[in-house]
């Protein structure tokens, strides 16, 4: 078995958009998946994308992807990683292959001269959180995410809150 872990390209959207959806099933929030494969080309493969993917195969066959950005911290003077999603079909879990691709961005981080490695998970996802402790990653519990999305972003930005 041969993992293998490659920069997404761009006639990769279709499988990259299968693999989101087959997470918000796992995370039972596929209602909210929105994005087409035009979106994923657009906004992960155009000239002003700041976002990466990268696609996991075990030989030669797509097993599962992660996309990832680059964010700062004002504290440590250096910017960050922070990975929006990881994952790898329920078949090939097990396989090594989640931890390879988690530490190809810790490389990734630390070539690039990143001061921290940052991911969010879902406070019900006790394998994962399972799995990232085994590795020294450590939750961040007094910081607590918010988010503005949709007619609430929206509303706020115009000032009609």
């Known amino acids: 078995m041969t993992i293998h872990i490659r920069h997404a390209h761009i006639s990769d959207a279709a499988l990259i958009l299968r693999f989101i959806t087959e997470l918000a099933v796992y995370e039972k929030a596929e209602h909210e998946v929105v994005a087409t494969v035009q979106d994923i080309e657009t906004s992960l493969f155009s000239a002003t994308s700041t976002t990466k993917a990268l696609i996991c195969e075990?030989?030669?066959?797509?097993?599962?992807?992660?996309?990832?950005?680059?964010?700062?911290?004002?504290?440590?003077?250096k910017q960050g990683l922070y990975l929006e999603d990881l994952y790898i079909s329920p078949t090939s879990?097990?396989?090594?292959?989640?931890?390879?691709?988690?530490?190809h961005l810790a490389q990734i981080a630390c070539e690039t001269g990143c001061g921290r490695f940052e991911w969010s998970v879902l406070d019900w996802n006790?394998?994962?959180?399972?799995?990232?402790?085994?590795?020294?990653?450590?939750?961040?519990?007094?910081?607590?995410?918010?988010?503005?999305?949709?007619?609430?972003?929206?509303?706020?930005?115009?000032?009609?809150?």
């Open 93 to 103: 879990r097990g396989s090594g292959a989640g931890k390879q691709m988690l530490r």
């Open 126 to 161: 006790e394998p994962a959180i399972g799995f990232y402790e085994s590795i020294g990653a450590s939750a961040q519990s007094e910081w607590v995410r918010y988010r503005l999305a949709g007619d609430a972003l929206t509303a706020f930005a115009e000032g009609t809150e």
């Open 58 to 77: 075990i030989n030669g066959e797509p097993i599962g992807f992660c996309v990832y950005f680059f964010s700062y911290s004002t504290w440590l003077g």
